[in-house]
């Protein structure tokens, strides 16, 4: 499961160094990976709440095609890892 979360932020933090995306999106990504890696909630919750701030991003008119669809690819991760925590 470490493995699982590193993964995920890891690519988060692709996402937030890349340039081509909008600096509200490279921000998003940011938190996401805050919301994962605090400890202080329970696995599902963390994933969630990532989930929520991801969606919300990849429904921004602004973002570039290959950042949605890195957002969708985390996305499903992060319900991979909400359900084997659940």
Do not use: C, F, Y
């Not at 081509?20 to 994962?36: F, M, Q, W």
């Not at 989930?51 to 095609?65: S, T």
């Not at 690819?73 to 991979?80: A, F, G």
């Amino acid at each position: 499961m470490a493995d699982q979360i590193r993964q995920v932020t890891d690519i988060l933090d692709n996402l937030a160094g890349d340039t081509s995306v909008p600096r509200n999106i490279r921000k998003g990504a940011t938190d996401a990976k805050a919301k994962l890696l605090d400890t202080k909630n329970a696995l599902d919750v963390r994933a969630t709440s990532a989930m929520i701030i991801l969606d919300d991003l990849a429904n921004d008119p602004n973002i570039p095609l290959h950042g949605r669809t890195l957002i969708w690819n985390i996305i499903s991760q992060l319900e991979v890892l909400s359900a084997q925590s659940g």
